[in-house]
């Protein structure tokens, strides 16, 4: 059974810094494509970061310079570290996994509230 599940939001001040987490059991990150993804309510979810298998990484505009997505082949995570957070950063952030074939795999989601 395939299971995401995020960790290390919270609340920051503009500014601040925060990396979130996502451990995956059942299945390899290593081996898969992978991302993030966040969801204001009342919006769609946009792509935050991701990853390809070769470890290839892509940015939304809005992010560039600030997030970076890494992985852990050891710990069997992806991470996104995040800087200079904005107020508009606010969100609950998915992890996503991506598999060759078959269905994407989600996680449960974690908040990020950026506030002064």
């Known amino acids: 059974q395939v299971q995401l599940v995020e960790s290390g939001g919270g609340l920051v001040q503009p500014g601040g810094s925060l990396r979130l987490s996502c451990a995956a059991s059942?299945?390899?990150?290593?081996?898969?494509?992978m991302g993030w993804y966040r969801q204001v309510p009342g919006n769609q979810r946009e792509s935050v970061a991701s990853?390809?298998?070769?470890?290839?990484?892509n940015y939304a505009d809005s992010v560039k310079g600030r997030f970076t997505i890494s992985r852990d082949k050891a710990k069997n995570a992806v991470y996104l570290q995040m800087n200079s957070l904005k107020l508009e950063d606010t969100a609950v952030y998915y992890c996503?996994?991506?598999?060759?074939?078959?269905?994407?795999?989600w996680g449960q989601g974690t908040q990020v509230t950026v506030s002064s």
């Open positions: 996503v996994l991506r598999p060759l074939i078959g269905a994407d795999y």
């Open positions: 990853i390809t298998r070769g470890g290839n990484t």
């Open positions: 059942g299945i390899m990150v290593n081996n898969n494509a």
